[in-house]
């Protein structure tokens, strides 16, 4: 099925006798959705991931799957950084990473490695284990399986 895009005179053959608006399209092509109750607005393309991967940490430059990211370099273990195929606008944009394990003894974290400057290309990150349920020593690790999806505006 192809798209269709929708000019001003919309969609023809379609009634609308409740004559709510719940998308609107401004000039500038941006999307719009009315919130739950109605009372504001989200922007759509902010609202999106831009980009996301998903790996198997030991084998981190052949991505399992991915949006918007070409694979990264492994900088040794549980220290990755991931390149973006379209870069983001600014450095300010958010990095959320997960990691697991698959074990139930093990809790495993991640972080941004603050000493490291971050770009508009690509993002750095870590995984760290930290055994049992009053911590351990932090080892730097790759993980089963690594996730990372970043938000924010696209340049």
Not at 46 to 58: E, F, P, V
Not at 120 to 145: Q, W
Request: aromatic content about 6%; proline content about 0%.
């Amino acid at each position: 099925m192809a798209l269709t895009k929708i000019g001003k005179e919309g969609i023809t053959g379609i009634s609308n006798s409740a004559d709510a608006t719940f998308l609107t399209v401004d000039s500038s092509e941006q999307a719009v959705i009315k919130s739950e109750g109605g009372a504001v607005t989200t922007s759509v393309q902010q609202g999106l991931g831009k980009a996301w991967a998903c790996w198997q940490g030991n084998v981190f430059t052949t991505l399992k799957d991915s949006f918007n990211s070409s694979g990264g370099t492994d900088n040794g273990a549980g220290d990755f950084t991931l390149t973006i195929i379209n870069d983001m606008s600014n450095v300010d944009y958010s990095q959320i990473c997960t990691h697991g394990e698959g074990t139930s003894t093990a809790m495993s974290t991640s972080n941004q490695n603050t000493g490291r400057t971050k770009a508009t290309g690509s993002c750095h990150f870590m995984s760290s284990f930290m055994a049992g349920s009053g911590g351990g020593n932090n080892t730097l690790f790759d993980a089963l399986r690594m996730n990372v999806v970043l938000m924010g505006d696209l340049a």
